[in-house]
């Protein structure tokens, strides 16, 4: 079992910034690639950013948003600037791995709130 735990959500107004953080731990040799994933009211969920060993981002993201990721923690960041309205969603994190066993593995975060006001 793989568990992810988020935080960094919030409220800010148009203009400003969040940074997400998603912690994995439990049975997982290896991480391959770590992403953030959100899903606004009435949509579907989208990717927004994953990382490997480079990063790629959605259009509507580029150049607002950074993902990192620190391997000695376990841990991928979301740095988001220049919120937007459109960018209030629930943000998912998604990790997808090896087990100490080499099956593969993967887990979704509980989602973290993110609210950009007008």
């Known amino acids: 079992q793989v568990q992810l735990v988020e935080s960094g959500g919030g409220e800010v107004q148009t203009g400003g910034s969040l940074r997400l953080s998603c912690a994995a731990s439990?049975?997982?040799?290896?991480?391959?690639?770590m992403a953030w994933h959100r899903q606004a009211p009435g949509k579907q969920r989208e990717l927004v950013a994953s990382i490997d060993s480079k990063a790629i981002y959605s259009d509507s993201v580029r150049d607002r948003f950074t993902i990192s990721r620190d391997n000695l923690k376990n841990t991928v960041y979301l740095q988001m600037n220049s919120l937007k309205p459109e960018d209030t969603a629930v943000y998912f994190c998604?990790?997808?791995?090896?087990?100490?066993?080499?099956?593969?593995?993967?887990?979704w975060g509980q989602g973290t709130q993110v609210t950009v006001s007008s």
């Open positions: 439990g049975t997982i040799f290896m991480i391959n690639s």
């Open positions: 998604y990790v997808e791995g090896l087990s100490p066993s080499l099956t593969s593995v993967d887990s």
